[in-house]
C-alpha cells in the first residue's frame, strides 16, 4: 500500500533541545495527523490538522498542514526525557477511500537527560 | 472519555491454531480497523469495517478474516496462525464526527511457535 515519507527515521537529542521531523506525499491530502506511540503500546494522537497552512499547538507539540496539501511537519520545543517514543505521521488522501489513513514509517525519539 | 480496549495484552499460540483477537471501542464509532505493526514496516492495514457486517479488504488481508456482529466490537481471526503472523496487532476505530481521527487500543503482541 501507499506510504508517506517521513524523515528522519530516527533521531538522539540532548534534553532540553528543539525536534522537528515532517512527512511528505506524493499526493494531495485533505487530513494530517500525528501520533506518538510509547513502547508496547498503541498510538495516541496528538494533533489533527485539516486546512492547507493550519498551525496547530499543544503544550509545546506544534504541527502544520502544507500549502501544497502534499506535507506536514512537526515541532516539539524543549524537549523532556518522557518525549521519548515514536511518532507517526498519518493523513487522507482526497483521492480514494477516505476512510483509511495512509501512514508514515516514523521517527524514533530518543532524548539524553 | 475515549476508549478502545484489547482482549489480551500478550498472547502466545501454536501454529496451526485458530486465533481470536478482540475489539471493543464505547465511544458508537462506525468504523473499526485491525493493523499490525512490525519493526520497520510502519502500521500496515489489516481490514477494516464501517458498519455492522460490513467489511473490507486492507493492504495485508491474507491469512486473516474480521467479524463484525455488533457496532462496538470488532474480532480479528487467524484461522491457521503460522510464525509470520507474530506480531503487534492494534484495532482502532473513528466515528462520523471524527472522521479521520482513528483512536487506538493498547495492542496485542502475538507470538505465534
Known amino acids: 500500500g501507499q506510504q508517506l515519507n517521513q524523515s528522519p527515521q530516527s533521531m538522539f537529542i540532548q534534553e532540553g533541545e528543539d525536534v522537528s521531523m515532517n512527512c511528505t506525499s506524493s499526493s494531495i491530502f485533505n487530513t494530517w495527523l500525528w501520533y506518538k506511540q510509547?513502547?508496547?503500546?498503541?498510538?495516541?494522537?496528538?494533533?489533527a490538522l485539516y486546512k492547507?497552512?493550519?498551525?496547530?499547538?499543544?503544550?509545546?507539540?506544534?504541527?502544520q498542514f502544507g500549502i501544497t496539501r502534499k506535507d506536514s511537519f512537526?515541532?516539539?520545543?524543549?524537549?523532556?526525557?518522557?518525549?521519548?517514543g515514536i511518532y507517526f505521521c498519518a493523513g487522507a488522501p482526497r483521492a480514494g477511500n477516505n476512510r483509511k489513513l495512509i501512514w508514515g514509517l516514523g521517527t524514533s525519539l530518543a532524548v539524553n537527560p | 472519555d475515549v476508549k478502545v480496549t484489547q482482549s489480551s495484552r500478550y498472547l502466545v499460540k501454536r501454529t496451526g491454531e485458530k486465533v481470536f483477537l478482540e475489539c471493543v471501542q464505547d465511544m458508537d464509532h462506525e468504523n473499526m480497523f485491525w493493523y499490525r505493526q512490525d519493526p520497520g514496516l510502519g502500521l500496515r492495514l489489516i481490514y477494516f469495517s464501517y458498519d455492522v457486517k460490513m467489511k473490507e479488504k486492507g493492504d495485508i488481508p491474507e491469512g486473516y478474516s474480521v467479524s463484525r456482529e455488533k457496532k462496538e466490537r470488532f474480532s480479528l481471526i487467524l484461522e491457521s496462525a503460522s510464525t509470520n503472523q507474530t506480531s503487534m496487532y492494534l484495532c482502532a476505530s473513528t466515528g462520523v464526527s471524527s472522521y479521520n481521527e482513528q483512536f487506538f487500543g493498547p495492542g496485542t503482541r502475538l507470538t505465534v511457535l
Open chain 1, 52 to 63: 492547507a497552512g493550519e498551525l496547530t499547538s499543544n503544550g509545546r507539540l506544534t504541527a
Open chain 1, 74 to 84: 512537526l515541532n516539539i520545543s524543549a524537549s523532556i526525557p518522557s518525549d521519548v
Open chain 1, 38 to 47: 510509547d513502547p508496547g503500546e498503541g498510538p495516541v494522537l496528538l494533533i
